[in-house]
């Protein structure tokens, strides 16, 4: 979709502004829990952990979806998970760490939660999910995605575009595929807008997990796999 598509539903852009990225933490609080606000105490650190490494390590591959000058759905995300959560660890984390033992946010379950993931003492959502991925999984589908809609503006088709933006961009910078995780919940979403199941594990009893996985392609090619002499 072109930024100036009058037919969609949004219009869709790169994150730019001051305004963009505060816009972009409040509609991620706002719909932190499945969809639904989560306590206004845990907005400040919730924001920075969910939103900040973006910022900070990728800002050109966060989009916002626009409507009458609102911003009113995201998209982040990355070409390259691996490279990304290596770099997040010094930049993001570590100035974190510190920034949560001088009080700079409150103590709450939150805090907690980021110090024993940083020192190793519980696993991320990710790590637990890597040894039920598909062999090559990080080759075949390098980019994520983390995306939210405003409630009101939901099944609007504003997810769509902003995914649709997201992928055109991966398929132009030469990215194979885009992976992202979910519950239950927004599945059916995914698999409309062309992502299929790689992985789905049991976090907890009932509570289950998916991966899902979109391949990139250029002229019916997944993006990245080379023609050979016999046009195979
Ligand atoms: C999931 C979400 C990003 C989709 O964005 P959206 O703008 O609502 O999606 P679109 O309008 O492009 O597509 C909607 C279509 O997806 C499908 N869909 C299935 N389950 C859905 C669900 N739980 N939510 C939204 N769409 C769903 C339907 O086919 C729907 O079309 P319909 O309304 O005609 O039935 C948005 O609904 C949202 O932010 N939900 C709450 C938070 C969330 O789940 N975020 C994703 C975390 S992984």
């Not at 305004?19 to 907005?43: H, Y």
């Not at 983390?146 to 504003?158: D, F, L």
């Not at 769509?160 to 885009?178: Q, S």
Request: hydrophobic residues 40%; charged residues 20%; aromatic residues 8%.
């Amino acid at each position: 979709m072109s930024e100036a598509d009058a037919s969609a539903p949004a219009l869709v852009r790169v994150a730019k502004s001051p305004a963009d990225w505060q816009a972009v933490r409040s509609l991620c609080c706002r719909t932190g829990n499945g969809g639904d606000p989560i306590d206004p105490a845990r907005w400040p650190l919730f924001a920075e952990l969910w939103v900040g490494p973006y910022q900070r390590l990728a800002p050109e591959w966060t989009y916002v979806a626009e409507m009458d000058g609102r911003v009113v759905g995201y998209l982040t995300g990355c070409p390259d998970t691996a490279a990304f959560r290596r770099a997040r660890r010094f930049r993001v984390t570590l100035p974190l760490l510190v920034a949560i033992a001088c009080r700079r946010f409150p103590w709450n379950a939150d805090a907690r939660r980021a110090v024993r993931l940083a020192l190793h003492l519980d696993r991320g959502l990710e790590s637990r999910l890597a040894p039920a991925q598909p062999a090559g999984f990080a080759r075949t589908h390098p980019a994520h995605l983390h995306m939210n809609v405003e409630a009101e503006c939901r099944r609007q088709g504003i997810g769509a575009v902003l995914i649709e933006r997201y992928a055109r961009d991966l398929t132009a910078a030469g990215v194979a595929g885009i992976h992202l995780l979910c519950g239950p919940g927004p599945r059916p979403f995914y698999t409309r807008n062309g992502f299929t199941d790689l992985s789905a594990v049991e976090t907890s009893p009932g509570r289950w997990v998916y991966t899902l996985g979109r391949r990139l392609r250029v002229g019916g090619r997944p993006v990245g796999e080379t023609v050979t002499a016999g046009g195979g």
